[in-house]
């Protein structure tokens, strides 16, 4: 009798086991969306960028223009290249500090805003790495934007070459292109902030 009903237990395990794997193999997998310069990751040049310290101000955004793929997309994660400033130079991590994301529409109208601790997605002993935000499927049309609000605890990835123009800074209600004065000839110079949409 302990026999039997071992052998179920284990039949039963493993029926669930093969359902899990087939459900995980059958959904459909998420769409990402760049609006960066589109090349590997291992290829771009990038630097880190802080509006808090540019700017001085906590409600400086990155602000990166995606446009849906089809109707009826829902937008579900949001990628950030940033990092928390860990290094391994000291046996602690880095105080808990807010970062937050928004979505908007095409008009600047707020879908979806969240804020959490830096940590909890940029704490790497090795430099910056990509965060994944998951967020409730929220329905866009068209053009949508995706701010990123670094507030000095976890910077950006910038993209320094090949701008697309997808990228701004989203202050006091507006959006400004991210173009920044060079040192050498006092031009400007846009940036690709390194941000993913992902959704499906």
């Keep these: 009798m302990k026999y039997t009903i071992l052998l179920l237990a ?15 193999t059958g959904a459909p997998q998420l769409t990402t969306l760049r609006a960066d310069g589109g090349k590997n990751y291992s290829e771009i040049n990038f630097t880190l960028f802080s509006s808090l310290v540019e700017f001085g101000s ?48 095409k008009d600047l109208n707020l879908l979806y805003k969240f804020a ?7 704490l790497s002993d090795v430099g910056p790495r990509f965060g994944e935000i ?32 997808n990228s701004y800074l989203f202050l006091n209600g507006k959006i400004e292109p991210a173009e920044f004065p060079t040192s050498e000839n006092n031009e400007t110079v846009a940036v690709n902030w390194m941000v993913e949409a992902l959704g499906k």
């Design 134 to 165: 998951d967020i409730p499927a929220v329905p866009v049309t068209g053009d949508f934007y995706v701010v990123y609000y670094d507030r000095g605890a976890g910077p950006v990835g910038t993209e320094t070459a090949d701008a697309t123009g």
């Design 10 to 24: 284990c039949l039963c395990c493993a029926a669930l086991c093969i359902n899990a794997i087939a459900a995980q």
């Design 116 to 122: 959490d601790s830096q940590n909890n997605y940029f």
């Design 58 to 105: 906590l409600n400086v955004g990155e602000a990166v223009k995606f446009t849906a793929p089809s109707a009826g997309w829902k937008l579900q994660k949001v990628r950030v290249l940033g990092w928390s400033g860990y290094n391994k130079t000291t046996q602690s991590y880095p105080a808990d500090r807010n970062i937050m994301v928004e979505v908007r529409d």
